[in-house]
């Protein structure tokens, strides 16, 4: 019920800028409104034929992402965000959503400030590149990226309470969001269609429990660090197998969220050019892969080194290495959750923005590991040039992930900045 009211309200609201204003509308509205978006024309291109019979070697579509900021009175503001992508290679990636929608108001607070945000907004905690174990507040919008960090809108009340002695937010949470799964005919599926329709929760109240989260950060010296915890429903489900259609039978997976307590820490080390960096969690009340609750603890470590000038260049480099460990190892939910990773980025500083990145995440305990590489440069002050592609290497050895071995793909984005 929460998604669909907000794929709702986002349909109606995607648009809503480009509507033209009568002519004697009141100027206290354009004085205040400020309106910027992208409209991106994307396609990705699959050389190897799908496992799955009705998968297409190529999927072409657009997405729309507006934001409306309305400044008020007082300094309160309201942010409006929907976003809306249409494709034509699986109907479940073709969606609305808002990504935020909230009332932001602030005050003094003795030496330090207050802020309440109020409506649906997005949240990121976390410091690594390959993974972000942290960041628990938003759902994953997995049609959107198979890398994870694409979230949908939450709806929240975010309190803030900041000074000289760091930044302490509380939230209270509800309306839980069902993460978004490729369907029947999309590319990077498992063996089983996953069907949100039968999704099940382990709270009585569904998706209507309300979830509580809290995260301190404070900076000291060169050390920047968050404590977070949260308790509520899981932003990962797990899945139960359902036999469906009498006259054809066949299985689909039943999405089902758990009860969960996580705590969690994030931390960098910033010294001249090398930074280090560290997430970690302890997750209480949620499901291995072979469905047994199992209590488990989970951590990135790793650095960047930042060369300036490299080659005698204007350009800068970025070099990552992370080491990814969960300890429940192969019975992680997550097929790469026991990897190291290595990757680069190189920003050539130049009038057009072009940056090149290539990453590896190589799994230490099986063959299998994905290779990113993407390429990023501005053709004019409004049109931008994307380009990446994921390879799949290994994956026929991991029955995890061994349906996805032919869904390597390249991506080629047109984005219209407005």
Excluded at 170 to 175: A, E, R
Excluded at 340 to 347: D, H, I, S, T
């Amino acid at each position: 019920m929460a998604n669909r009211l907000i794929h709702a309200s986002a349909l109606l609201w995607v648009l809503l800028p480009f509507v033209p204003k009568p002519a004697d509308a009141e100027s206290w509205l354009s004085d205040r409104m400020d309106v910027f978006g992208k409209f991106s024309a994307e396609t990705r291109i699959f050389p190897e034929t799908g496992v799955h019979p009705g998968q297409r070697s190529h999927a072409s579509g657009f997405s729309l992402e507006t934001t409306a900021y309305i400044e008020g009175d007082g300094g309160s503001s309201f942010t409006l965000t929907p976003f809306l992508r249409l494709d034509a290679g699986d109907p479940e990636r073709t969606h609305a959503d808002l990504r935020e929608a909230y009332f932001l108001t602030y005050g003094d607070a003795g030496d330090g400030e207050w802020e309440l945000r109020l409506g649906i907004d997005r949240v990121f905690w976390g410091v690594a590149e390959a993974r972000s174990l942290v960041d628990i507040v938003n759902q994953t919008d997995l049609v959107e990226h198979p890398n994870a960090k694409s979230k949908l809108g939450q709806p929240m009340v975010h309190f803030t309470l900041s000074g000289g002695w760091g930044v302490f937010e509380l939230f209270g949470l509800t309306g839980h969001r069902e993460r978004t799964f490729p369907g029947e005919h999309g590319r990077l599926r498992g063996q089983w269609v996953i069907d949100n329709s039968r999704v099940t929760y382990e709270s009585a109240d569904e998706e209507w429990h309300v979830d509580l989260a809290g995260r301190y950060s404070n900076s000291f010296g060169p050390l920047d660090i968050g404590l977070s915890v949260f308790d509520g429903t899981s932003r990962e489900p797990t899945f139960a197998p359902v036999v469906v259609d009498q006259t054809l039978p066949h299985v689909v997976l039943a999405p089902h969220y758990e009860q969960i307590r996580q705590f969690g820490l994030d931390a960098q080390i910033t010294t001249g050019p090398v930074l280090l960096k560290l997430e970690t969690i302890r997750r209480a009340g949620g499901r291995n892969r072979m469905m047994q609750e199992q209590d488990y603890t989970a951590s990135i470590l790793g650095g960047e080194y930042i060369i300036n000038g490299p080659w005698d260049s204007n350009s800068d480099l970025s070099l990552f290495a992370e080491l990814l460990r969960d300890d429940r190892e192969r019975n992680a939910t997550d097929a790469l959750a026991n990897s190291v990773f290595l990757g680069a980025r190189l920003g050539l500083n130049d009038e057009h923005g072009t940056d090149f990145f290539l990453g590896v995440l190589d799994s230490r305990e099986t063959d299998s590991r994905v290779v990113n590489a993407e390429f990023n440069r501005r053709l004019s002050d409004n049109l931008s040039l994307h380009l990446e592609s994921i390879a799949h290497m290994g994956f026929e050895t991991d029955v995890t992930v061994r349906d996805t071995r032919r869904d390597s793909f390249i991506g080629i984005s047109l984005e219209y900045n407005f």
